[in-house]
């Protein structure tokens, strides 16, 4: 299959393994990838703090770059939500019938990388190999927008080496939430507290999950606390094979080097 | 006073400062929540049709929204065919002086009220007394809230924020009542007695509604304690106010949320008490019956189709008790009588977008969507929200904070417009990152920026960004 990839702005700015990871991923199982360097944003920062005026562009900018993709996939819940959920709205609340047909037709072939697995591509095991202890976060907007359900879980389950260990109250949200992190600072650092509370009682090594965004809050509510926990992308995860992890941690995010570094 | 209104002294993030602090309210808040919420979700389970049901909720509320003039003109009609009275109230000023009139015509000193929230909304407490009519709360929560000079922070549950041991306190305080414990049994005891007589001796009762079945002219309440049965048939005088959006055409279609309300709101199959009446019977109940139909900004949310969903609420608080932000914040944090998520979309549109500081309540969420997955009307609050904060954002004052936050957003909206304008950005930021990169994390950022790491570490732009790595490693598949 033809992947067009979808990597989103944090991705490309603050974790571009992950991107990597993807690609690397995609195409041990057989699939040609495709990035287009016109790509930048999808807009949802701007969509959701309010700023849906300087969103619009942004939609019709998406859907200019990935208008021939045969697929699309991003290392994102958050994204693919917002592309699949909200650019429909956006389209109505613009009044604008051309883009709303362009958009519903788009939302259906962009995934999030672990439903694409599952549901697209049919595969539980990867053939990844990650010996460490994790636990698994499931992403608001993965769980409640997109339904991923276990697919993550499945996912991880087939890898070797890897122990999964749950997660307390796991379908709380982190308190990330884009801009209310930062609008709503007290409120969402009270949210963090207890889900780094969560992570840490799980004894994991490191906690994985799909959206980066979600990883870099909780990442760094760990690392403010010195935990020595680390938070690393699932796509990392699943990249990662035997060859690759000997003797190495490099895969266990940037978070918890620095984490490291501290104590 | 339970009388709140819906006007928020200070914008959320201010208050909620404050309310943070509290530990025990958000130990208590976080014990009852997390209570709750385990039960509804076993009494959710139990029903095969629970997504049907929803679905059947939020199409026959959408239904009756969609020809709400001409419900509400049957309901008019069937109710006086019945022997009630009808009023139309604008606004809470409009709602206040037909109630407070109607209690002092039978010169009414005390009155007794049941159900209360859209008296809350419209500050009806505060009106009476101005006329020297001492409004006495007999829901249990909305007795303890009053007594102890607090406002409700729970739509359903108004003293949840209360511990039994604060309340034991506030009942020997207030009620002189003697209590060796704080078994829930004893402290429901104090109040039934203390409330007992007040039925007895009190003639006009405020209630609120539930529903209202406009072929019949029947209202409805479902209620918990009985309290709402005694205020519904001992008095000589009752006074129903209630919100427009509450009318349902016809009788069966009350059969769905008989199912959903008790479910969503206290998690039990079915609701204590259910109390229905129609007009006035002679020799039997009040003798005079009024409904007060209250707009109070309701038929501006229906003009607007992209909100109008917000009018489907039953008042159930599942909302409230799913929402990790309420959770924290505690329901003052809102500043209304509508708290939560429900609160954060209702309360600055019954105000239409022009109040300063209900306009920061659609920004109090992190957009997780639990609430949405709660609600027994299927009323997708996230999505509102986001419509609501583009609606508010280009008509935000001028103040510093969004003066700088507009400029921030917009230069970052330009530089994605175009790809090369992201790459030099980023190569930007790499260079300017230096000074506050330490130890491989940054752990203090200047501005508004600020509020994230005073508890959060962020991690420091990479040497390379996809795109460049991309060019130098990956390389497309052809």
Not at chain 1, 39 to 58: D, I, S, V
Not at chain 2, 85 to 111: F, K, M, N, P, Y
Not at chain 2, 400 to 408: C, G, K, Q, Y
Not at chain 2, 460 to 466: L, T, V
């Amino acid at each position: 299959m033809k992947i067009d990839l979808f990597i989103t702005c944090l991705n490309d700015a603050l974790f571009p393994q992950t991107g990597l990871a993807m690609a690397r991923l995609l195409r041990r199982l057989g699939h040609q990838v495709r990035f287009n360097e016109a790509q930048t944003c999808c807009g949802q920062m701007h969509f959701n703090t309010g700023y849906q005026r300087e969103a619009l562009p942004l939609i019709r900018k998406f859907v200019n770059d990935f208008r021939n993709a045969e697929v699309i996939v991003a290392p994102s819940g958050s994204c693919v939500a917002f592309v699949r959920d909200l650019y429909p709205k956006a389209a109505e609340w613009a009044g604008d019938d051309d883009l709303l047909r362009e958009v519903t037709e788009l939302g259906k072939r962009t995934y999030e990388l672990s439903e694409f697995l599952i549901k697209v591509l049919k595969v539980e095991d990867v053939g990844a190999y990650y010996p460490h202890r994790v636990t698994y976060h499931p992403t608001c907007h993965a769980a409640r927008l997109l339904r991923v359900g276990d697919a993550p879980l499945r996912l991880l389950k087939n890898v070797r080496g890897l122990t999964l260990v749950e997660l307390p109250a796991s379908e709380q949200c982190c308190g990330f939430g884009g801009t209310f992190s930062v609008k709503n600072p007290e409120t969402s650092t009270a949210m963090l507290a207890d889900k780094v509370q969560s992570v840490m009682s799980t004894g994991a090594e490191c906690c994985t999950a799909g959206d980066n965004s979600c990883l870099m809050h909780i990442g760094g509510g760990l690392s403010r606390l010195q935990s020595g926990v680390g938070v690393v992308h699932l796509a990392e995860i699943l990249a990662s094979t035997e060859s690759m992890s000997a003797g190495s941690s490099e895969t266990i995010g940037a978070m918890q080097v620095s984490a490291e570094a501290l104590l | 006073m339970s009388a709140g209104g819906i006007h928020p002294a200070r914008p959320f993030p201010e208050a909620a400062r404050d309310t943070l602090q509290d530990a025990q309210m958000r130990r208590n808040l976080k014990h009852a929540t997390t209570t709750i919420r385990e039960k509804r979700f076993r009494a959710v389970a139990e029903l095969p049709d629970w997504e049907a049901l929803r679905t059947r909720g939020a199409e026959l509320k959408d239904a009756a929204l969609s020809d709400l003039a001409e419900q509400l003109l049957t309901l008019e009609t069937a109710v006086k065919r019945r022997g009630g009275q009808v009023h139309w109230a604008r606004d809470a000023a409009e709602a206040c002086r037909i109630v407070t009139d109607l209690a002092a015509s039978h010169g009414a000193r005390e009155i007794i009220k049941v159900k209360s929230i859209t008296s809350d909304e419209i500050e009806l407490n505060a009106a009476l007394e101005k006329r020297g009519i001492q409004a006495i709360e007999t829901d249990l929560a909305e007795l303890i809230v009053q007594l102890a000079g607090d406002t409700p922070s729970h739509i359903l549950v108004p003293a949840i924020h209360k511990n039994r041991a604060e309340i034991r306190d506030l009942f020997r305080r207030k009620l002189g009542a003697e209590l060796l414990t704080d078994e829930p049994k004893v402290l429901a005891e104090a109040a039934r007695l203390y409330l007992r007589e007040k039925f007895l001796s009190t003639k006009v009762a405020v209630s609120g509604a539930n529903f209202a079945i406009a072929e019949s002219g029947t209202v409805c309440i479902v209620e918990s304690e009985g309290n709402g049965r005694m205020c519904l048939t001992l008095p000589d005088v009752l006074i129903s106010v209630m919100g427009i959006e509450k009318v349902l055409p016809q009788w069966a279609d009350i059969a769905p949320f008989m199912q959903l309300l008790p479910r969503s709101s206290t998690a039990e199959r079915m609701n204590p008490y259910t109390s229905f009446w129609s007009g006035v019977t002679p020799g039997d109940g009040p003798q005079e019956f009024h409904l007060v139909l209250l707009d109070n900004g309701r038929t501006d949310v229906l003009a607007d189709e992209a909100a109008r969903q917000t009018l489907r609420c039953i008042r159930c608080s599942a909302c409230l008790n799913v929402c990790p932000v309420y959770e924290r914040a505690g329901g003052h944090a809102y500043g209304s009588v509508y708290p939560g998520p429900i609160g954060a979309i209702l309360t600055p549109q019954l105000l239409q977008l022009e109040d300063e500081n209900a306009n920061t309540l659609p920004w109090a969420s992190s957009l997780c969507g639990a609430c949405y997955d709660a609600c027994p009307v299927k009323i997708n609050i996230p999505e509102i929200l986001i419509y609501l904060r583009g609606q508010i954002t280009p008509h935000k004052s001028h103040n510093l904070e969004n003066t700088v936050e507009s400029i921030a957003m917009k230069t970052a909206a330009w530089i994605f417009n175009e790809p090369f304008r992201f790459e030099g950005a980023l190569k930007l930021a790499r260079t300017g990152q230096g000074p506050l990169v330490q130890h491989g994390a940054i752990h203090a950022l200047p501005g508004l920026l600020g509020g994230w790491t005073s508890s959060r570490n962020l991690p420091p732009f990479p040497a390379k960004s996809f795109r460049e790595l991309w060019r130098e490693e990956g390389q497309n598949d052809e």
